[in-house]
C-alpha cells in the first residue's frame, strides 16, 4: 500500500504555516455576495455554506480514504452506522427488495430485519460464501445487495468476486462492508462492487477515540445520493473526530502490518495450547476459507483471530478475569488487544440453539489483535488459559 503521508496545504500565519490541519469548528461560513453563493451551490466555486452540509475536516478525510480505496467520491459520516444507513435508506424505496450477507454486523443486521421491513422495504439474509445460496434468494425486485467481506465472529469469507459477477448480471447493486478487511486487504469496487463503506471507528481511525463512517463509489450518481439523503437527515461527522482520525490514518499502514502479524502468529499459539478446541483464522489451512482468503486478501488474514475453549461459562469467566492483560470490550481495530465474548455481547439476542448454529458456545471468544508486543500478549493469553482449565 502506498498511502503516503501528505502535509495538508494550510494557509500562512504570519511569515510561515503550519504543518499540522488545523480544526475547523464554525458552523457557518460566510460568503461574498450572493453571487458568489450561486456559484458555491451551483459547484461552480469550491466552498463551505454550513457544517451539515458539509466542512473542511471532513472533506480533508473523505480525501484520504477516497485515495486509500481508489473511488471518485467519498463522504465521511457521523458513525460506520451513519453509512450503512445512508446506503441502505438513500437508494431504495417501498417495495424494493434488499438482501444482506447472514452475518453482518449487528445493526447491520437490525437495520435488514426491523427498520427496511417497517418502511415497506422487502428484506433477505443468505450466506456470502455461496453463491449459489445468495443467488437462490434473489427476487424480481432485488435492488441492492450488502455484504462484508470477513465475517463476525466466525470469520467466514465472502465470495466477494462470485457475488459482484452475480449483482452485474442481474442489475443489483452491491455493497461491500470494508470495516474488517480495510483497503490495505482488499479494494471492492476493483472486483465489481458498487459502493464500498467502512466503520472508520475501527481500524482507520485505530485509536477507539472517535465514530465516524465513510462511503465511496465510482458512479458520482449515486454518491450524490446517497449525501443529499445523509445531509438531509443530519449524518454529518465533527470537525473534531474527522481531524482525529486524519491523524490516526497517518499510521493506518504501520498498525496494519503490525496487527496482522501479531494475529497470525497469535492463531497459531493458540492452536496447539491445551484447552483450545479451536482456532479461526482466515488463512490458516484448516479454515473452510483459505482458499479464498489467499487469493482475495493479498496474503493477509485480518487483524482478528476467534477461538474456542474447554468449559462453559465458568472456564469464559475465568479466562477473561486471568487475561486481565487485555481489554474485555466489545469493538475492534484499537491500537490496544480487546477481547470480545459474543454469546454475551454481539450474539446475546440469539437463542442458543441458533447460536449454537453458527459454532458460538460460551466458550467461544473473539480476538482483535493491537499492537502490543507479541510475546507479552501471548503471556496474557497464557494466565488466562491456565485460569480456565482450573476450572471445574
Ligand atoms: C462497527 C461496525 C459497524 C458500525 O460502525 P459504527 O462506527 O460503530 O457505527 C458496521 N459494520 C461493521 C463491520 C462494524 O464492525
Redesign the pocket.
Given at each position: 500500500m502506498k498511502h503516503t503521508i501528505q502535509r495538508p496545504q494550510v494557509p500562512h500565519v504570519g511569515a510561515s504555516r503550519p504543518v499540522v490541519a488545523p480544526i475547523y469548528p464554525s458552523v457557518v461560513y460566510a460568503s461574498d455576495d450572493p453571487d458568489m453563493l450561486d456559484a458555491q451551490y451551483e459547484g461552480r466555486t469550491p466552498g463551505f455554506t454550513y457544517a451539515r452540509e458539509g466542512h473542511p475536516n471532513a472533506d480533508a478525510l473523505a480525501r484520504r480514504i477516497d485515495v486509500m480505496e481508489r473511488t471518485l467520491d467519498g463522504l465521511v459520516l457521523g458513525?460506520?452506522?451513519?453509512a450503512?444507513a445512508a446506503v441502505l435508506l438513500g437508494l431504495t424505496k417501498a417495495g424494493d427488495h434488499v438482501i444482506g450477507g447472514n452475518q453482518l454486523?449487528g445493526?447491520?443486521l437490525r437495520m435488514m430485519n426491523e427498520d427496511l421491513p417497517r418502511l415497506g422495504i422487502e428484506t433477505s439474509l443468505a450466506d456470502p460464501t455461496d453463491v449459489a445460496a445468495f443467488e437462490a434468494a434473489l427476487k424480481p425486485n432485488t435492488r441492492l445487495a450488502l455484504i462484508?467481506v470477513v465475517s463476525?465472529p466466525t470469520l467466514r469469507v465472502a465470495d466477494v468476486e462470485g457475488i459482484a459477477k452475480l449483482c452485474r448480471d442481474r442489475g443489483i447493486l452491491l455493497v461491500v462492508?470494508n470495516?474488517?478487511t480495510t483497503p490495505a486487504a482488499i479494494r471492492p469496487l476493483e472486483l465489481g462492487a458498487d459502493i464500498v463503506l467502512h466503520?472508520?471507528?475501527?481500524l482507520l481511525a485505530g485509536h477507539s477515540d472517535v465514530?465516524?463512517?465513510w462511503v465511496g463509489a465510482n458512479d458520482q450518481d449515486l454518491m450524490d445520493k446517497i449525501r443529499v439523503f445523509a445531509v438531509t437527515t443530519g449524518m454529518t461527522p465533527s470537525p473534531q473526530e474527522c481531524w482525529l482520525a486524519e491523524r490516526g490514518l497517518a499510521t493506518f499502514d504501520l498498525r496494519f502490518e503490525r496487527a496482522q502479524a501479531t494475529a497470525e502468529a497469535l492463531a497459531a499459539y493458540l492452536s496447539v495450547q491445551k484447552g483450545v478446541k479451536r482456532v479461526l483464522y482466515p488463512t490458516r489451512a484448516d479454515h473452510p476459507d483459505a482458499m479464498r482468503a489467499q487469493g482475495l486478501l493479498r496474503g493477509y488474514g485480518c487483524n482478528m483471530v476467534s477461538f474456542e475453549i474447554e468449559g462453559g461459562r465458568a472456564a469464559a469467566n475465568a479466562f477473561v478475569r486471568a487475561a486481565d492483560g487485555v481489554a474485555f470490550a466489545p469493538?475492534?481495530g484499537d491500537v490496544g488487544t480487546t477481547l470480545s465474548h459474543p454469546a454475551s455481547s454481539s450474539h446475546r439476542a440469539l437463542s442458543p440453539d441458533a447460536r449454537a448454529d453458527l459454532g458460538i458456545s460460551e466458550g467461544f471468544f473473539r480476538v482483535s489483535v493491537g499492537l502490543e508486543d507479541p510475546k507479552a500478549l501471548t503471556a496474557t493469553f497464557e494466565a488466562g488459559l491456565k485460569a480456565a482449565r482450573a476450572v471445574k
Open positions: 458513525s460506520g452506522m451513519a450503512v454486523y445493526r447491520s462484508e463476525n462492508d470495516t474488517f466503520s472508520v471507528t475501527k465514530t465516524l463512517g469493538t475492534l
